[in-house]
Nanobody
Framework: QVQVVESGGESVQAGGSLRLSCTAS?????????MSWHRQAPGKGREFVST???????KYSDSVKGRFTVSRDNAKNTAYLQMNSLKPEDTAVYYC????????????????WGQGTQVTVSS
């Protein structure tokens, strides 16, 4: 059973920084998959924030480009989201998602979501 666990969310002042972590576990074998970050603010739908492919290719939403940086440590099955120059509008629950995985043993997995971690930015 694949599990995705986020951590690192907390309350910060505007202009501050946070680093979120997302660790995936439970894959059987050597598997490749992208990892992405999404967020959901109160009363709004879930929106894409950033993604990093297994080869390190990254993408960002326009709202976070230049302020957030995504990275990953494949040896630890962990992705990170470094968030700088935080704004009150970044307040949201941040979710990590592992994209469909393809494994060297032929096994495949669907995408999985974590439970989310709360980020609150006060002005």
């Amino acid at each position: 059973q694949v599990q995705v666990v986020e951590s690192g969310g907390e309350s910060v002042q505007a202009g501050g920084s946070l680093r979120l972590s997302c660790t995936a576990s439970g894959y059987a074998g050597s598997c490749t998959y992208g990892m992405s970050w999404h967020r959901q603010a109160p009363g709004k739908g879930r929106e894409f924030v950033s993604t990093i492919d297994s080869d390190g290719t990254t993408k960002y939403s326009d709202s976070v480009k230049g302020r957030f940086t995504v990275s990953r440590d494949n040896a630890k099955n962990t992705a990170y989201l470094q968030m700088n120059s935080l704004k009150p509008e970044d307040t949201a629950v941040y979710y990590c998602k592992t994209e469909p995985a393809f494994c060297s043993n032929g096994r495949r997995y669907f995408a999985f979501w974590g439970q989310g971690t709360q980020v609150t930015v006060s002005s």
